[in-house]
């Protein structure tokens, strides 16, 4: 039986992270400086590169996400797993939060009432209370076509929309629908194109955002 290897958080981290670099080049894929942080955290969270070629970003996402978040920016997420996700003492260092409504039994309420699901109805109650934050979707396709409706109907323009729901149903046409809107509309977006996705890729790509902004991208300044 082999020893064990690499038993500290931090120099699990960094191996994780060389590991993925060293076969990102011998796949011969050359992943943008900018968009690094983002594509590799994904790839160390899920150990699967093909979001080295899914995922999407429009111009300059990443630095405009990573800089609202340096501003004190909030973070939105559709799931409760994401919201746990997110690192809550890189969020302290830069004076931001981060929230999740889709238990909040307003929200509830408010989508029997509107006969829409709890995800359409918590995008919408967030979307009034916090206009200008970082949304991050890893679950619910029918929360990014809200956030899609929300921006075209009105001045709804938010820092960043991380589009990464998972499955078969409504899915990729999110996805699809988020990149056009966003685009069209000047508004930040990354999203991980096809079926693929999760929580645990929203929260992946808002940790590579807030350890970019908190200056933490090595695991030493987070004192691991």
Not at 46 to 67: I, K, M, N, S, V
Not at 74 to 87: C, E, F, R
Not at 193 to 207: D, E, L
Request: net charge neutral.
């Amino acid at each position: 039986m082999s020893a064990l290897q690499h038993r500290l958080p931090g120099d699990i981290e960094r191996t994780s992270l060389a590991i993925i670099a060293q076969e990102l080049a011998e796949k011969g894929i050359a992943v943008p400086p900018e968009q690094q942080a983002v594509v590799h955290r994904v790839i160390h969270a899920t150990a699967d590169f093909d979001y080295a070629e899914t995922l999407r970003f429009t111009p300059g996402a990443a630095a405009r996400g990573a800089a609202a978040l340096a501003a004190g920016g909030v973070i939105v997420t559709d799931t409760n797993m994401a919201l746990a996700g997110v690192s809550k003492p890189a969020l302290a260092k830069l004076g931001g939060a981060a929230y999740c409504y889709m238990a909040g039994p307003a929200v509830a309420a408010a989508a029997k009432a509107a006969g829409t699901t709890r995800a359409v109805a918590a995008m919408h109650h967030a979307a009034a209370a916090h206009p200008g934050a970082v949304f991050a979707v890893g679950n619910a396709p029918t929360a990014l076509f809200a956030l899609c409706d929300a921006m075209e109907q009105g001045d709804f323009r938010p820092a960043l929309v991380i589009g990464v729901p998972v499955g078969f149903v409504n899915v990729v046409e999110s996805k699809e629908r988020l990149m056009e809107v966003c685009q069209r509309l000047g508004v930040p977006a990354i999203a991980a194109m096809g079926r693929k996705g999760g929580s645990s890729v929203a929260a992946a790509i808002c940790n590579a955002l807030l350890y970019t902004a908190a200056g933490q991208l090595d695991p030493a300044a987070r004192g691991w």
